[in-house]
């Protein structure tokens, strides 16, 4: 995945550190069996997921058509039916 800038934008850097704090958080918790904390750690990442999708929104992913693999292959998107 490398080769094909996979996740290599500003919005997945951001999602993927909300949310690897969310789970850090959401496991220290847990080993202190405080379930208020767990379900608050949780709720962090998925926080994570959509800070990460508001991102790509605004245009701050990767474009679906500079992906690799859709550029190998010709398919970009469905052709859609006209009727």
């Known amino acids: 995945m490398?080769?094909?800038s996979h996740g290599?934008?500003?919005?997945?850097?951001?999602?993927?550190?909300?949310a690897f704090i969310?789970?850090?958080v959401a496991g220290a918790?847990?080993?202190?069996?405080?379930?208020?904390?767990?379900?608050?750690?949780?709720v962090v990442v998925l926080l994570g997921g959509v800070v990460g999708a508001i991102m790509r929104m605004m245009g701050l992913g990767?474009?679906?058509?500079l992906h690799q693999p859709h550029a190998m292959?010709?398919?970009?998107?469905?052709?859609?039916?006209?009727?």
């Open 2 to 4: 490398a080769g094909s």
């Open 8 to 18: 290599h934008t500003p919005a997945a850097w951001t999602g993927v550190t909300i």
């Open 22 to 24: 969310g789970f850090c």
């Open 29 to 42: 918790f847990m080993v202190m069996d405080q379930p208020v904390g767990f379900w608050a750690g949780m």
């Open 62 to 65: 990767q474009p679906k058509d």
């Open 73 to 83: 292959t010709g398919d970009r998107e469905p052709a859609r039916a006209e009727g």
